[in-house]
């Protein structure tokens, strides 16, 4: 005689249960991604698909006007025979060596003066961050008049001093500098962000440090550099990205508006030559290999600053 399979009513309560909260998990889903699908669309519309296409263009003769004709790796292989390129490449490693570590320098000399500032310290948050806020074409064109070589301010300053500034503008071995050095008129970002960090130090590493005789420079170097370093590390990957991605402060002040009085060799970076190429030349082929070398160039250094990261950049709470 077959026997009828009763379930407790707990079981069936607990199977019921269940249910409502995998119909929950569910709903709650598909609510999550209609709230984000905008940003769904307009990433694979206006990130991905041009990140493939982009691809395809860079095998492609592409001039707009004609449909794209498949030339292989041609694009590819005349990267490593145009003379211009290699300038442009050379510029942009220049600029982002020395630009880097100089950045890096100032902001945390700011933002260490800045700890020390105390009830002023609201202001000249404020006072360092506004120049951030100010467009790129402008600070190309500030560029310009700052260091103009006849009546610039910066070599009105040197004067004062009995120096002759140089050519900012017109000599070549100097324009990289005044880009460099003007580069800095957005350095706040970086002292609101170091200064966050410092704020985060705890001060009984201080204590500890003063009772056992350790002066301002081995304070700083041992307890204030080692705890702040995962944001000093997050400044140097996003200005090393931004260094190989300059372009428009350098495009405004030498290449604007067909400007050939400048010294415009010396401020090809690559991007700027990317863009003429593109937009002027209207060799999309060719800028598209342009556009995938520069992405592999900037995924090579940051895959090596993470790497180097792992021995000098300490986490809170990081397990070693």
């Known amino acids: 005689m077959a026997r009828t399979q009763v379930n407790a009513p707990g079981t069936l309560g607990d199977d019921r249960a269940a249910r ?6 569910r709903r709650e889903t598909r609510a999550a991604l209609l ?3 905008p940003w769904i669309l307009g ?3 206006f990130t991905a698909w041009p990140i493939i296409y982009s691809a395809y263009l860079s095998l492609t003769d592409y001039d707009v006007i004609n449909d794209p ?7 590819y292989e005349e990267l490593f025979r145009d003379p211009k390129l290699a300038t442009a490449l050379w510029n942009t490693f220049f600029f982002t060596v020395i630009q880097v570590p100089v950045y890096v320098v100032v902001s945390l000399a700011l933002a260490l003066l800045l700890d020390r500032a105390g009830r002023a310290s609201g202001f000249f948050r404020t006072a360092f961050f506004l120049p951030k806020m100010t467009p790129p074409v402008a600070v190309g064109i500030l560029l310009l008049l700052l260091f103009n070589g006849q009546s610039g301010l910066i070599n009105e300053g040197l004067s004062w001093f009995g120096i002759d500034g140089p050519d900012w503008t017109t000599d070549p071995n100097w324009v990289k500098p005044g880009l460099i050095l003007m580069s800095l008129w957005s350095v706040g970002s970086s002292v609101i962000i170091l200064l966050a960090a410092l704020r985060n130090v705890p001060q009984e590493l201080y204590d500890s440090a003063k009772v056992d005789g350790a002066g301002w420079w081995k ?11 995962g944001a000093l590390f997050f400044i140097v ?49 060719y800028a598209s290999a342009m556009a995938w070398l520069l992405f592999v160039i900037i995924m090579i250094f940051t895959a090596i600053q993470i790497k180097v990261s792992r021995r000098f950049v300490y986490y809170e709470g990081e397990q070693r």
């Open 35 to 37: 709230f984000i699908s």
């Open 69 to 75: 004709n498949f030339v292989g790796f041609e694009n």
């Open 237 to 285: 990957i996003v200005n090393t990205i931004a260094g190989f991605q300059t372009f428009t402060e350098a495009y405004t002040a030498f290449f604007g508006s067909g400007n050939t009085t400048y010294s415009n060799d010396a401020a090809l970076f690559y991007v700027i030559y990317l863009f003429r190429q593109a937009f002027e030349f209207l060799n999309m082929g």
């Open 20 to 25: 409502a909260r995998r119909i929950g998990r």
């Open 219 to 229: 304070t700083t170097m041992r307890i204030t550099v080692p705890m702040i370093s």
């Open 43 to 45: 990433f694979l519309i």
